[in-house]
């Protein structure tokens, strides 16, 4: 499975954003998905995850009620951040096929938030 994460960008806080990932070489409709993100400096941190039936999402505490994670079709897993913060500035991961709450067999590559101030 290859994941390609997009859409990330320059925002100022308070603004909104849609990132999405795009999964090839295999269907991973069948897997929890997941997006995890690292700011500079800092370790990577869990983000939010979604099941396979897309029925049941978590989100870390610092983006509930802020970001929300969906399943767009059977290969696309998105991130929708509204009312972003300069805190939310990182490298942002999407995952697929999780084992434990962090641990994921498939990552992709990382699309740059910078949120301004």
């Known amino acids: 499975v290859q994941l390609q994460a997009s859409g990330g960008g320059l925002v100022q806080a308070g603004d909104s954003l849609r990132v999405s990932c795009a999964a090839s070489g295999r269907t991973v409709s069948r897997y929890a998905m997941g997006w995890f993100r690292q700011a500079p400096g800092k370790e990577r941190e869990f983000v939010a995850a979604?099941?396979?039936?897309?029925?049941?999402t978590y989100y870390a505490d610092s983006v509930k009620g802020r970001f929300t994670i969906s399943r767009d079709n059977a290969n696309t897993v998105s991130l929708q951040m509204n009312n972003l913060k300069p805190e939310d500035t990182a490298q942002y991961y999407c995952?697929?096929?999780?084992?434990?709450?962090?641990?994921?067999?498939?990552w992709g590559q990382g699309t740059l938030v910078t949120v301004s101030s």
């Open positions: 979604i099941s396979s039936s897309g029925g049941s």
């Open positions: 995952a697929a096929d999780q084992r434990t709450p962090t641990t994921f067999t498939f």
